[in-house]
């Protein structure tokens, strides 16, 4: 089966060169809540930001969205990804890439999408040594799950598709 045209755009590696200054967003997508992260203006650190409770719909979502990057000054958005521990799509990667289509029609900067296996692992992992209890955890493992996805975008070099739009 062919795919579809996406909006979500292939990666290309960081260039060396490149000292621009950008703002990336990390999305976590979840039934319930989204957590939302932002890189600093190097584009090294991500830092959780918010975590927005699910709207009526995805066109309400996509809204919130787009006032944060216009409120951050966003140039990119990167969308987890929930790919199967075999690295294959399952019905929620599947959604979470559908739905990053939707949102690239929406908020007026490129989304990318990205690996996020074991982010919500690595977030609560974090958020325990640091001594909060479950109940507080859940309140924030959106945004730092949101984090983890970022920074592992940052990490893998994916910052120079962006500078070098």
């Known amino acids: 089966m062919k795919r579809s045209q996406s909006h979500v755009r292939k990666l290309q590696p960081l260039s060396a060169h490149s000292a621009e200054i950008v703002r990336v967003l990390g999305i976590?997508?979840?039934?319930?809540r989204i957590g939302i992260a932002?890189?600093?203006?190097?584009g090294t650190i991500a830092s959780p930001l918010v975590v927005l409770q699910r709207g009526a719909s995805q066109r309400v979502d996509h809204a919130e969205i787009l006032k944060i990057v216009l409120e951050e000054e966003a140039e990119a958005i990167v969308v987890g990804l929930p790919l199967n521990m075999d690295g294959s799509e399952g019905t929620a990667a599947k959604s979470a890439r559908m739905e990053a289509d939707r949102m690239a029609t929406v908020v007026g900067v490129p989304v990318y999408i990205h690996d996020e296996r074991r982010s919500t692992v690595e977030g609560d992992r974090v958020l325990m040594e640091r001594g909060l209890n479950a109940q507080d955890r859940r309140k924030v493992i959106d945004k730092v799950a949101a984090a983890v996805i970022l920074q592992s975008w940052l990490?893998?070099?994916n910052l120079g598709d962006v500078r070098g739009r």
């Open 28 to 32: 976590d997508l979840g039934s319930k």
């Open 38 to 42: 932002a890189s600093d203006r190097s």
């Open 155 to 157: 990490d893998a070099g």
